[in-house]
C-alpha cells in the first residue's frame, strides 16, 4: 500500500532536525521544579517522524526517550508512540491540530500521579513558536476534575 502524504504529514516535518532542550518539571505537590537539560534528534520516515531524545536526569545518569508521530488519514487524527527509559508504560497518542495550526494537542492516557494503580488523562501539547523554536507542555487531569500542568520543555534547533 501507498500512502500520498497529507498536509498533516508535512506538518510533522517542521520537527525533523537536531534540537537541544531546556525543560522544567513538577515532581508533586510541596517538591521544587526539577529542570535538567536534553537533546532531540528527529527523523523523518515520510508519514512519520522518529523523536528520540537523550536528557540528564536527577540521579547523574542518561534517560532516553524516542516519541513516534503520524497521521492517521483513516481516523483523521494524529497518532503516536512515546517511551522512555525511566518509566514502564507505552503512552499512546491521538490528538488534532487548533485551528491556526500552531498547536498539536495529543491525549493519552497513563499511570495516576495520585494513584500509580489507577490511569488518567494526560494531554501533551507541541507548540510551534518558529521554525527553530517549539514548546511541548503536559497536563494531566486531576481527580477535582481540573487539568494540572507539569511541564514545560523549549527545544531549540541547532545552528
Not at 521544587?32 to 537523550?54: F, K, Q
Not at 492517521?72 to 499512546?92: C, E, H, P, R
Not at 494531554?123 to 497536563?139: F, Y
Request: proline letters at 5%.
Amino acid at each position: 500500500m501507498h500512502v500520498e502524504p497529507q498536509a498533516e504529514h508535512k506538518w510533522l516535518e517542521q520537527l525533523v532536525g537536531e534540537w537541544v532542550s531546556e525543560t522544567e518539571a513538577s515532581m508533586g505537590p510541596g517538591q521544587p521544579p526539577m529542570t535538567h537539560a536534553g537533546s532531540e534528534s528527529v527523523r523523518s520516515l515520510t508519514t512519520w517522524v522518529l523523536c528520540e531524545g537523550l536528557m540528564s536526569m536527577p540521579d547523574g545518569n542518561t534517560g532516553r526517550t524516542i516519541m513516534t508521530l503520524g497521521y492517521d488519514t483513516a481516523k483523521k487524527k494524529f497518532v503516536g508512540t512515546f517511551i522512555g527509559s525511566m518509566m514502564t508504560n507505552l503512552w499512546i497518542y491521538e490528538g488534532e491540530l487548533d485551528a491556526a495550526g500552531k498547536v498539536l494537542t495529543l491525549d493519552a492516557d497513563g499511570p495516576s500521579f495520585t494513584d500509580p494503580a489507577r490511569t488518567a488523562k494526560y494531554k501533551d501539547a507541541i507548540e510551534i513558536v518558529s521554525p527553530d523554536h517549539r514548546i511541548l507542555t503536559s497536563r494531566f487531569l486531576g481527580d477535582d476534575g481540573q487539568w494540572h500542568h507539569f511541564m514545560t520543555a523549549h527545544y531549540r534547533r541547532k545552528t
